[in-house]
């Protein structure tokens, strides 16, 4: 599944809200807090670890999970150590999707995918999760608000695509090239979508609709 949308459409909300219904759940956290994204998952039942395989479920009985490598800097970092510890904790995410790919049957969700594949080099670790994990069992959720800085298999091999209003035109029509025959409908359609409203494409039947999450009283509170 792909989600994509400018800044406060919604993207987190309804992620958070659709990846429950897969049983192994790990989100990629790339900050070490952040309110809107593990606030909602904790409240389901996520942990949060900072390091983390697959098959630890068998002994922690962790099914929902926020894995969320720190980044780990000094007060008065040098450029090298930035570079250094970006490194690292790109190293993290890569052994772990590794061995997702080993372990199959997770459902990863991706809140920013520009950032992890392009700022921290995991394009192919992703491509290999894109192009072979649909026969392991293996589900990538991504969202972004920049279309055209993600690799293509996120569009590709989405069965899925939800799509908030995209007002730059070019974004638009990266994010909705990609949907088949549907392309010059949801191209128009999310040029003039209302706030928090979307389009869902389903690929394989061809079909769209237009929805949008229904907040219950405690989040309406918190928006
Ligand atoms: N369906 C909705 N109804 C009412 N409010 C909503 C709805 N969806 C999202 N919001 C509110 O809009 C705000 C932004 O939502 P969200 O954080 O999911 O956006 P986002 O697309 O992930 O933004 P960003 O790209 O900055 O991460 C939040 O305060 C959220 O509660
Ligand atoms: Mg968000």
Redesign the pocket.
């Known amino acids: 599944m792909a ?1 994509v ?12 809200n659709i990846i429950t219904i897969r049983d192994f759940v790990v989100v990629l956290g790339t900050k070490s807090a952040d309110d ?2 593990y606030g909602p998952l904790e409240a389901q039942g996520f942990v949060k670890v900072e390091s983390w395989d697959p098959w630890e479920w068998r002994e922690t009985g962790h099914k929902r999970v926020i894995f969320a490598p720190p980044l780990e800097l000094s007060d008065e970092p040098t450029p090298k150590e930035v570079d250094q510890a970006i490194g690292d904790q790109a190293d993290k995410f890569r052994t772990a999707l590794v061995q997702i790919f080993k372990a199959g049957g997770w459902c990863v969700y991706a ?2 995918i520009a950032y992890l594949t392009n700022d921290l080099g995991l394009a192919s670790v992703f491509n290999l999760l894109w192009l072979q994990g649909r026969s392991l069992g293996i589900t990538i959720v991504s ?3 920049r279309p055209r800085s993600v690799p293509l298999n996120t569009f590709q091999m989405a069965e899925w695509f939800i799509l ?1 209003r995209i007002a730059d035109r070019e974004d638009r029509r990266r994010a909705s090239e990609l949907t088949g025959p549907l392309a010059p409908v949801v191209f128009e359609t999310a040029g003039r979508l209302p ?3 979307f389009a869902a494409v389903h690929k394989s039947t061809d079909s769209i609709l237009r929805s ?4 219950d009283e405690r ?2 509170l ?2």
């Open positions: 989600i949308g400018m800044t406060g459409s919604g993207k987190t909300v309804i992620a958070t809107s994204l809140d920013e969202a972004t608000q908030y706030r928090h409203e949008r999450v229904q907040l989040e309406r918190a928006a």
